[in-house]
C-alpha cells in the first residue's frame, strides 16, 4: 500500500487514486472525487471512470445499432489493463474533431451584450428567486430571508439598485 493510500479509507477511493496513478504513467491527467461509496475518475470530455470498489467501468462510443451508449468494464485488481483500455479510449476521443456548434434560434443574437456593468450590477436588476423572499420595511435597507440572508455577496441596499 503506497503512503498516501492509508488516508483514503473507501476500497472506491483507493481503487480510483490507484487507476489515476496508473493512467499518469500513461501521460494523462485526471482527477479524482469520492463520496458515497462511489468514485470517479475524471479523464476527458466525455471519459469518466467510476468505481464501486469492485469493477471500473467507463463509457465508451454509441452503438451503431441500438443507439445507446456503450460500457466498458474491468476488475479493480488490475488497473494496469483498465489504464490501457481508458488510455486507448481517450486516444480515440482526442482524435475526434471537436463538435460545430449548435446555431441560435432564429431571431436571437448569439453575441452577448456589451456592457461595462459589473456582474454585481446587473445582479441586482434581476429578479429575487423564488426562495428569496425580499421585503422592504421603512428604512433605507431591504430585509432579506431565505439562503440569501445569510450570504455576504447578497447584502443589497436601496443606494446600489
Request: with cysteine; proline share 11%.
Amino acid at each position: 500500500m503506497v503512503a498516501d493510500e492509508r488516508v483514503y479509507r473507501h476500497p472506491a477511493a483507493r481503487a480510483a487514486h490507484r487507476l489515476s496513478r496508473t493512467l499518469e504513467h500513461h501521460g494523462i491527467p485526471t482527477q479524482v472525487h469520492e463520496g458515497r461509496g462511489l468514485a470517479l475518475v475524471s479523464v476527458w470530455l466525455d471519459l469518466v471512470a467510476w468505481t464501486d470498489g469492485a469493477c471500473f467501468w467507463w463509457s465508451g462510443g454509441v452503438s451503431e445499432t441500438t443507439r445507446r451508449r456503450t460500457y466498458s468494464f474491468s476488475p479493480v485488481d488490475d488497473p494496469v489493463t483498465a489504464a490501457r483500455r481508458i488510455a486507448d479510449r481517450y486516444a480515440e476521443l482526442r482524435q475526434v474533431p471537436p463538435a460545430k456548434p449548435v446555431p441560435a434560434p432564429r431571431g436571437t443574437s448569439s453575441k452577448k451584450p456589451k456592457t461595462s456593468r459589473t456582474p454585481r450590477e446587473m445582479a441586482v436588476d434581476e429578479p429575487p428567486s423564488p426562495e428569496v423572499a425580499v421585503d422592504e420595511p421603512p428604512g433605507p435597507d431591504v430585509a432579506v430571508s431565505g439562503a440569501a440572508a445569510t450570504d455576504p455577496a447578497w447584502s443589497i441596499t436601496k443606494e446600489n439598485r
